[in-house]
């Protein structure tokens, strides 16, 4: 076995000379057969260190081309969720801003009931949800409790307006919402859009609520006499004439007191006639809100003139007997659009109502 190992060593890498010509002279290289073996272990191994080197470069180039791939995958990942994030956050910000507009919306309307209201049933306190209840539960938890205060302000606002509708349709005065008040004052404006259908109902429901208790401030709601100072010694309706003894419609009320009695304005207005009318006598009329005027006959003295602006209780007359007058009394009307009002029966329902 050695000897055939050594013959094929021979046989392969046998002695060689390499002869060289340089400058005309001739040289000679021996190259033995073990300087060839280490040449061509050398080369052999030189292939296999560029082989394995290869190997290992483009494993380490797939590796890194992997890792890359993940890491993209990742990042776009992350942006995703980054993304989901922005968009939970966003909703949260706009329901939050829908809540505290709906907040505000109810505070102002809790502010702005009339007085008079009786809002005993209202509570106007919201629980607090757990500290460690989420976002959605602690919202939709408030949003229930809005829910339940609108419709109970819904619900006194109505009651409210109707039993006031109610009162006034039983006197015989009709409401209307074009007259316009003494109002000013700096703006605020709520932001309509993020409030529901319903809310926006009830504020316009309580916006003619408030046109209603206002108007009731303007309305004659007291005699123009001293309680004191007169008693009704005709009624209004149908009554026997003082001087025909025949059936008649009374238009107003007869209030007897004594002579120069003080006649006062039962509510502010402008004096719309001062002097004499026919059988009223000396006359007054005056005119107030929502299309409400008010009449006095038989006045012994006149303290107003046509066009005077006059206050509530400011004393415009004395009491007298003259026209077509039998003693010394008051005629006085309560008259909307023309029509007569029966002046007892609105005072009464104008206190009642306040």
Same mark, same amino acid.
């Given at each position: 076995?050695?000897?055939?190992?050594?013959?094929?060593?021979?046989?392969?890498?046998?002695?060689?000379?390499? %002869?060289?010509?340089?400058?005309? @002279?001739?040289?000679?290289?021996?190259?033995?057969?073990? %300087? /060839?073996?280490?040449?061509?272990?050398?080369?052999? !191994?030189?292939?296999?260190?560029?082989?394995?080197?290869?190997?290992?470069?483009?494993?380490?180039?797939?590796?890194? #081309?992997?890792?890359?791939?993940?890491? @993209? !995958?990742? /990042?776009? $990942?992350?942006?995703?969720?980054?993304?989901?994030?922005?968009? /939970?956050?966003?909703?949260?910000?706009?329901?939050?801003?829908?809540?505290?507009?709906?907040?505000?919306?109810?505070?102002?309307?809790?502010?702005?009931?009339?007085?008079?209201?009786?809002?005993?049933?209202?509570? #106007?306190?919201?629980?607090?949800?757990?500290?460690?209840?989420? &976002?959605?539960?602690?919202? $939709?938890?408030?949003?229930?409790?809005?829910?339940?205060?609108?419709?109970?302000?819904?619900?006194?606002?109505?009651?409210?307006?109707?039993?006031?509708?109610?009162?006034?349709?039983?006197?015989?005065?009709?409401?209307?919402?074009?007259?316009?008040?003494?109002?000013?004052?700096?703006?605020?404006?709520?932001?309509?859009?993020?409030?529901?259908?319903?809310?926006?109902?009830?504020?316009?429901?309580?916006? @003619?609520?408030?046109?209603?208790?206002?108007?009731?401030?303007?309305?004659?709601?007291?005699?123009?006499?001293?309680?004191?100072?007169?008693?009704?010694?005709?009624?209004?309706?149908?009554?026997?004439?003082?001087?025909?003894?025949?059936?008649? &419609?009374?238009?107003?009320?007869?209030?007897?007191?004594?002579?120069?009695?003080?006649?006062?304005?039962?509510?502010?207005?402008?004096?719309?006639?001062?002097?004499?009318?026919?059988?009223?006598?000396?006359?007054?009329?005056?005119?107030?809100?929502?299309?409400?005027?008010?009449? &006095?006959?038989?006045?012994? #003295?006149?303290?107003?003139?046509?066009?005077?602006?006059?206050?509530?209780?400011?004393?415009?007359?004395?009491?007298?007997?003259?026209?077509?007058?039998?003693?010394?009394?008051?005629?006085?009307?309560?008259?909307?659009?023309?029509?007569?009002?029966?002046?007892?029966?609105?005072?009464?329902?104008?206190?009642?109502?306040?």
């Amino acid at each position: 076995m050695l000897n055939s190992i050594t013959t094929l060593f021979n046989q392969l890498f046998q002695k060689r000379q390499l %002869l060289l010509r340089q400058n005309g @002279e001739v040289g000679m290289i021996t190259l033995s057969s073990w %300087l /060839q073996l280490t040449a061509v272990i050398s080369l052999v !191994a030189l292939i296999v260190w560029l082989i394995i080197v290869s190997k290992a470069f483009f494993a380490q180039k797939n590796v890194i #081309t992997t890792l890359n791939v993940a890491n @993209e !995958a990742q /990042q776009y $990942q992350w942006l995703q969720e980054k993304k989901q994030l922005q968009q /939970q956050l966003q909703a949260q910000q706009q329901k939050l801003s829908d809540l505290t507009e709906k907040q505000l919306a109810l505070q102002s309307l809790i502010e702005a009931l009339p007085p008079a209201r009786d809002d005993n049933n209202i509570n #106007t306190e919201q629980e607090e949800s757990a500290p460690q209840a989420s &976002f959605q539960v602690k919202s $939709q938890h408030v949003h229930q409790l809005q829910e339940q205060l609108i419709s109970a302000l819904n619900h006194t606002i109505e009651s409210r307006t109707l039993s006031i509708n109610k009162l006034l349709d039983e006197a015989g005065v009709v409401f209307r919402s074009n007259d316009t008040l003494a109002q000013g004052g700096p703006y605020h404006s709520l932001v309509l859009e993020q409030l529901p259908t319903h809310y926006i109902n009830t504020i316009d429901k309580l916006v @003619e609520l408030s046109e209603l208790e206002q108007l009731i401030h303007h309305l004659p709601s007291e005699m123009p006499v001293a309680k004191d100072d007169y008693y009704i010694s005709s009624p209004f309706g149908f009554r026997k004439d003082p001087m025909t003894g025949r059936r008649a &419609f009374h238009k107003g009320v007869d209030l007897a007191g004594w002579h120069k009695t003080a006649i006062v304005a039962p509510a502010a207005g402008t004096v719309l006639r001062a002097g004499t009318n026919g059988g009223y006598g000396k006359f007054i009329e005056i005119q107030h809100k929502n299309g409400i005027t008010t009449r &006095f006959g038989h006045l012994h #003295t006149i303290k107003v003139t046509k066009g005077q602006a006059v206050k509530k209780s400011d004393t415009i007359a004395l009491m007298g007997s003259t026209g077509r007058s039998t003693s010394t009394h008051l005629h006085y009307e309560v008259l909307q659009n023309n029509k007569q009002i029966n002046p007892v029966k609105l005072a009464k329902v104008i206190n009642r109502v306040q």
